[in-house]
């Protein structure tokens, strides 16, 4: 159902609160959040570590829920409203999710590891593995698509998990630090990938780093400290910066 009258919203969220554990223990990770993201948008989220950056992007990708206070819309879905099938449905068509942990699926070889959205929506066997690897391709992995992700660096691992979040092709993608184990160059071509997905195909991306080598890459940078947003900014660009 869409509830937003601005169809190029593609995030809406008001007074998101995330409080993990009990009485003494109890941490508050995100102490109301708002922020708005907007199709074709690439929004960084930076904030030091613990300040609640990935508790927020799970609940933008429904994999976590929020407290019970506030609202999430994301692609016109009222995130507290799906069942639990709903949302597996909603990521598995919509999200595309970079884990910070890369989280690929030790035994299977890594263009099998791109393949696997597409295999989950139903696409047929040898298309999606055509596909991955083309996906496998423009990620600079070509020779490495049989390796099994226990054979592959950190980096390698983590350009396998930014090609599987793109193969389906979703509307958001959210990724977790993309660029943590990547040298400069490859964490510039990654983040050139990413950029044209979003501005030739009308998709939008948040993306979460600590890393200001990318930063110029991002439309807007938002802020976060201490489980809030503290600060929008707009990157300025000159006409002869060569971004899309
Ligand atoms: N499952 C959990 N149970 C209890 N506390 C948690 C859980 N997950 C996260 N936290 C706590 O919530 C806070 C926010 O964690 P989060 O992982 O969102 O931070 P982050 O900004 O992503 O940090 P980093 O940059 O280190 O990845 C931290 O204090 C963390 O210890
Ligand atoms: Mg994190």
């Known amino acids: 159902m869409i509830l937003d009258e601005d169809k190029n919203i593609v995030v809406k969220c008001r007074h998101i609160k995330k409080t993990y554990g009990s009485g003494e223990s109890k941490v508050f990770a995100l102490r109301g959040i708002d922020l708005d993201v907007y199709q074709g948008e690439l929004v ?17 990708s429904a994999l976590l829920e929020a407290d019970n206070e506030g609202f999430c819309r994301v692609l016109g879905e009222d995130l507290s409203t799906l069942n639990s099938q709903e949302k597996t449905y909603f990521r598995g068509h919509s999200i595309g999710f970079v884990f910070q942990a890369f989280n690929l699926l030790p035994a299977l070889t890594a263009v099998e590891n791109i393949a696997i959205p597409l295999l989950i929506q139903g696409v047929n066997r040898a298309v999606a593995m055509k596909r991955a690897q083309t996906i496998l391709d423009l990620v600079g992995l070509t020779s490495r698509s049989q390796a099994m992700p226990g054979e592959l660096s950190g980096g390698e691992q983590q350009r396998v998990a930014i090609a599987r979040a793109l193969i389906h092709s979703p509307k958001l993608i959210i990724c977790d630090e993309p660029t943590s184990s990547l040298d400069h160059e490859s964490g510039q071509l990654i983040l050139e990938l990413l950029r044209s997905f979003v501005k030739k195909e009308g998709k939008t991306l948040i993306v979460v780093t600590h890393d200001n080598r990318i930063f110029n890459f991002a439309d807007r940078m938002a802020y976060m400290d201490d489980g809030r947003i503290v600060k929008i900014e707009t990157n300025v660009r000159t006409p002869d910066e060569k971004l899309l």
């Not at 960084?44 to 933008?60: A, R």
């Open 44 to 60: 960084m989220l930076v904030g030091p570590s613990g300040c609640g950056k990935t508790t927020f992007i799970s609940i933008i």
